[in-house]
């Protein structure tokens, strides 16, 4: 039987099926995984570059760091608005 998609979101809300973020750490629920296998090789491929490379490198990885991060910002706020226009629909 399908429900309705915002009975859905209120239903998981109401019985606490979604994750609270501020519990997932910085990088959420990714972070375990990062420590376990990213980290390490790039540690490894971080070795293999030169003083300049590695600095171009690290100047790349800070300026997407950045755009991800404005990306998430515009999607929380997709999000929000996506939110407070599903409960003005039930609540109309």
């Not at 239903?11 to 995984?33: K, Q, T, V």
């Not at 997407?64 to 599903?86: H, P, T, V």
């Amino acid at each position: 039987m399908k429900r309705r998609f915002s009975k859905d979101i209120i239903d998981d809300i109401w019985m606490g099926a979604i994750d609270n973020p501020s519990e997932l750490g910085d990088r959420g629920h990714l972070g375990d995984y990062y420590d376990e296998f990213v980290t390490p090789e790039k540690d490894k491929f971080l070795a293999t570059l030169s003083d300049e490379q590695r600095e171009m490198f690290e100047k790349y990885e800070e300026k997407m760091n950045f755009w991800q991060d404005s990306l998430c910002s515009e999607n929380f706020r997709y999000g929000f608005k996506l939110g407070a226009q599903i409960v003005d629909a039930i609540f109309e």
